[in-house]
């Protein structure tokens, strides 16, 4: 009797340990293939580049419901923004820049800075 | 009695492994270790390029597109390496060895950043035949308001990038090392300069302000000043 007893102790304490295994954590951002991105367009600057890199910055918009904060990370509307002001998208990328500051408020300082330039 | 000798062996076994791995005294908890960091409580990080000391011209890149998801990861604020690349080429401040030893107030005024990250690779070395990659890399985070080190570890990591083609015996092994031979001449060094970037700062980089248990960590331990580690190709997945 005290056997089974003790199976069924172990049985229901191994139970709370098997659920936790399948609730799957989730990271504080998701990045989707922005290193790989950024290193190519580091090394080449071409169009080719870009265009990976601007992909990656959208699929990183897309999909932070997948990460824990629910918010972009830090430098990718700045990032995003000063791109589309290079390719002369200058009111798509102002206001990707002014995203940044409002979702990072310790961003003001260069952020406003890109942004006074650009107004000249 | 034979029992009692092996376990004995086997405590020594693992003793020697552990010390071998540490160059430096005891671990200490990270409130003590990083008093400074946690007395100042920075937010903003500004990525200086990667000093390159080693014989791949490459590293440097490997490293720069990568350390700012790992420090995000980590809580802080970091600005937008591709942004403070572009400001430094053109203030001609975009050789990090100028900063080292210098004042940094300016890129507090500039990018409003609390510290700043000098990257030095010291080695990176790969072996095809083995798969393996060693890699010497220091981190010095600096603070821009009273230029005092915040955080400095050394860490000499080796990755070893091999894979299994899941082929068994003589052909398997023959097999395996071709492929990972092959594997290694085209391997994703991002991949590398990740883990290094990982095992580092998620091993004990004080938590910064956007995860969730910030200043909690206090007691936890620190990492050796300086560390030899092996990065197995289950653990360098996990840094992907």
Known sequence: ?120 | MKRVLLYCTLVVCVEVCVTSCSTTATKIPKSVAYKQMYDEKPLTILLMPPINRSINVEAKEYFHSTLNVFLSNCGYYVIPPILSMDVLKKESAYDAEMFLNSSLTKFNDVFGADMVIFTIIDKWKKSTLSSKVQVKIEYIIKSTKTNQVLYARTGDITCDTSVSTGVGGLWGMAANMAFSALKTATTNYIDVAKACNGYTFYTDLPWGKYLPNYQKDLELKSNKKEFKTSITPDILNLYK
């Open chain 1, 1 to 120: 009797m005290k056997r089974i007893l003790a199976i069924v102790c172990c049985v229901l304490m191994l139970v709370p340990c098997q659920a936790k295994k399948k609730e799957k954590v989730k990271p504080l951002y998701v990045w989707s293939d922005y290193s790989n991105a950024v290193y190519n367009y580091i090394k080449n600057s071409d169009e080719k580049s870009e265009t990976q890199l601007i992909a990656a910055y959208e699929a990183i918009i897309k999909n932070q419901s997948e990460s824990s904060r629910g918010v972009v990370p830090p430098g990718i509307y700045a990032e995003y923004g000063y791109l589309l002001l290079k390719e002369n998208k200058i009111d798509e990328g102002k206001a990707m820049l002014k995203k940044e500051i409002e979702t990072y408020p310790e961003s003001e300082v260069f952020v406003s800075r890109i942004l006074k330039i650009t107004k000249k």
